[in-house]
């Protein structure tokens, strides 16, 4: 019991960093917005739909992995779940850095 809390706590931490990656990376190295502020909030609130979605599936995928390696030891958790938030947050800094909000 007191295993599946900590792995569920460590994953929970890592969905909150899947959740701010796009949005921070557009900040620190996106390009700019030049437009008023409405539409920039626009696509802040946009990033972060988008951050709040994947930080969803990414905790889903998890509890699923962890489910199925019940019985095995809690490396093969850790390890899924790292592999799975490598994934999430390179795809969405990438993809916060690459977005041109027009």
Known sequence: MVRAIALIGARLAMALIVLIAMSESHYRWGNPFL?????????????????????????????????????RPAVFVVAADLLLFVAFTGTLTY????ADPI
């Open 95 to 98: 993809l916060g850095i690459a």
């Open 35 to 71: 437009g008023d502020g409405q539409k920039a909030m626009g696509v802040a609130i946009k990033f972060a739909f988008i951050g709040m979605s994947a930080a969803s599936v990414f905790f889903a995928i998890g509890t699923v992995l962890q489910s199925r390696f019940h019985n």
